[in-house]
């Protein structure tokens, strides 16, 4: 898997982290005082370009975008940290909106395209696969890279899955067994264990890094 130097771990107020991938350059940076991660997905071919939750900081994120051809932004979920500068990238950009539909009303534009599970968003020649996780919001959604060549397999998973346990359920046990039971089936039980995993705060990890610990998840109930 092609990889450089890049790590994933970024600061808010810092540059980006940039990944040059077969198909596909990953750009990772953290704004707010949440620390959301926004990524900016560019396919090399093309130069169009897809962005992953306009989460704050509208400046920092068009710094991000650059010149790219920005024509779709995907939001994780309805969480307020994760949209805040969804308006202006939206206005800079005339990107299409995509978001699932238990979640579109929670967002402060309207969501152009809604996603189901299973669905495909296409940056330039590269297909992302939408997967719903239910929990952490109804309307929560990973997308799936399985990249050309030996670029291997990435997921976007916003706030369902970070390095060391799922997405927070206000200790909700219905909430939690939906989203274990989801982020089981639908990552773990679907992805290979070098999959590099690209969460909404924080630093990246792999699903084989944290597919030992699944038991221990369920034990603690979080």
């Given at each position: ?31 707010s005082e949440m620390a959301n991660n926004a990524y900016l997905l560019r396919d090399t071919e093309t130069g169009e370009a897809l962005l992953v939750d306009a989460a704050a900081e ?11 051809d920005v024509r779709t932004v995907v939001t994780t979920h309805g969480h307020w940290d994760h949209h805040r500068a969804l308006p202006e990238v939206v206005a800079a950009t005339g ?128």
């Open positions: 898997m092609t990889s450089g130097t890049y790590t994933g771990d970024v600061e808010v107020g810092g540059p980006a982290d940039v990944r040059q991938l077969p198909g596909l350059t990953i750009s990772k940076v953290a704004v509208p400046e920092t994120l068009r710094a991000l975008i650059g010149d790219a990107a299409t909106t995509v978001a699932h539909p238990a979640d579109a009303g929670d967002l402060p534009v309207p969501v152009q395209r809604p996603v189901e599970h299973g669905d495909t968003v296409t940056v330039g020649r590269q297909t992302l696969e939408v997967v719903h996780l239910r929990g952490h919001t109804p309307g929560s959604i990973a997308l799936v890279w399985r990249g050309p060549e030996d670029a291997g397999t990435h997921v976007f998973t916003g706030d369902s899955l970070f390095p060391g346990g799922v997405g927070n359920t206000q200790q909700d046990p219905e909430r939690f067994a939906r989203l274990i039971d989801d982020v089981e089936q639908r990552l773990f039980g679907a992805l290979p264990d070098d999959t590099w995993v690209y969460p909404g705060h924080g630093k990246d990890t792999t699903i084989g890094a944290e597919r030992p610990h699944l038991g221990g998840w369920r034990e603690r109930g979080w």
